[in-house]
């Protein structure tokens, strides 16, 4: 499986909604109204860390390097070799150094 089908499915298990319980008690009502608030902090949680991890210049490929000498990390491969000044700081770039997050 690429990584644009693992990304795929979980953006689709992402857009599935909570349903309520077909049967109502004061109990389920309780805690169908906290899997909903998880739920939507998992969604926000979820949206945040793919902004973060993914490029700052292109916005369509996966940020895997850190730029030098500021140490911004954001933008992809190909766009490190292209890019002059730091997106963030306006520093400017003498290498871009390939960076692997274990999350």
């Not at 993914?54 to 030098?68: F, I």
């Amino acid at each position: 499986m690429t990584n644009q089908d693992r990304d795929a499915k979980e953006i689709e298990l992402f857009r599935i909604e909570p349903h309520p319980p077909e049967r109502s008690t004061d109990h389920t009502e309780k805690a169908y109204s906290s899997l909903v608030t998880l739920f939507r902090m998992l969604q926000r949680e979820n949206k945040y860390l793919k902004k973060k991890t993914t490029c700052c210049r292109c916005e369509g490929k996966e940020a895997s390097h850190m730029l030098l000498p500021c140490g911004h990390y954001g933008v992809c491969g190909s766009c490190v070799e292209r890019i002059i000044q730091c997106p963030v700081c306006r520093r400017d770039v003498t290498e871009g150094l390939r960076v692997q997050l274990s999350l």
